[in-house]
């Protein structure tokens, strides 16, 4: 029983064993977040939750399936959607088009043909009429009113890692995964973002995974939260519990290259991240 877990999840690729029985249980309803330096594995780990890695062994099982080595679309139709550490939306398309987009999966006619073919009162219109209500939630939700009709493209950075994240949210997910939201972001965004996060989990319940580089965001929104390092599981608990866990410390400090706007730079500096 449970809502989600990861059991005992190993992955290499040649010789390097990118995860390494890497355990752990996230709650219904919570915020859980996945820290660790560059190159630790975090994004192997959602590649291996979503379906774009098989991993060697181990068992993911989300409401008592096993979904380890299933397809992408498989896993997004049985509720998991995603973003990306690199926004990955089309450019040349307008928020309102990409927020479409992410409602494919519900689509039995296409996209955008039903309606122009056979009228807004055949079954193709009102099927289109459905998901654009859909997406109009969506991006009041995220107030996104004054860029739908933009090109993304052409939007300021932060504003198209929100439309990635409406994007996912029009899938409709029981759990989100956000691979570093807020990385590359000045603090204004990523106070917005963090408002959109827990939102997201406060007005529709979703179920968040999160990966973060930088340790002060997740520590103020998280309900528990997984250190890896090398692959390998280093603690999970609390935010108190990782706090004060000198393992972490060692990871972070231990880190000669730091990383440009993230608490990660603070450790480079030999200051504490938290
Ligand atoms: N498809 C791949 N082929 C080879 N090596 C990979 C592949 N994907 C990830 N890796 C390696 O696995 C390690 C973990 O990468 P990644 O999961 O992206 O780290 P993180 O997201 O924590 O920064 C890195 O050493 C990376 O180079
Ligand atoms: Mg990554």
Redesign the pocket.
């Known amino acids: 029983m449970g809502f989600f877990r990861v059991e005992r999840l190993s992955i290499a690729?040649?010789g390097?064993q990118?995860l390494e029985e890497v355990s752990f249980e996230v709650p219904k309803g919570s915020i859980f977040a996945v820290i660790?330096p560059?190159?630790?594995?975090?994004?192997?780990?959602f590649?291996c939750i979503n379906g774009i890695y098989r991993p060697d062994a181990g068992r993911i099982v989300f409401k008592d399936t096993e979904i380890q080595g299933k397809k992408p679309d498989r896993i997004a139709r049985l509720g998991i959607a995603r973003t990306f550490?690199n926004i990955e939306l089309f450019s040349r398309m307008t928020t309102m088009e990409n927020l479409m987009l992410g409602r494919h999966i519900f689509m039995k006619n296409g996209l955008f043909r039903g309606a122009w073919m056979w009228g807004r009162r055949s079954f193709a219109g009102r099927e289109e009429v459905r998901h654009r209500r859909a997406v109009e939630e969506i991006i009041d939700l995220l107030d996104l009113q004054a860029v739908r009709n933009k090109f993304v493209g052409a939007l300021p950075y932060g504003t198209q890692k929100q439309v990635e994240l409406g994007r996912a949210l029009a899938l409709e997910p029981e759990l989100l995964l956000l691979d570093e939201p807020c990385a590359g972001m000045n603090s204004e965004e990523k106070q917005d973002m963090i408002f959109w996060i827990k939102d997201i989990q406060d007005e529709l319940g979703v179920t968040i995974l999160l990966?973060e580089h930088d340790m002060k965001m997740v520590m103020d929104i998280s309900e528990r939260i997984l250190v890896i390092n090398f692959?390998r599981p280093i603690v999970e608990g609390t935010p108190d519990e990782v706090t004060n866990h000198a393992e972490v410390l060692q990871a972070y400090l231990g880190e000669d290259e730091p990383a440009s706007g993230s608490g990660m730079a603070g450790a480079g500096a030999g200051v504490s991240p938290f």
């Open positions: 690729f040649g390097l990118a660790g560059n190159g630790a594995g975090k994004t192997t780990l590649n550490q990966i692959g």
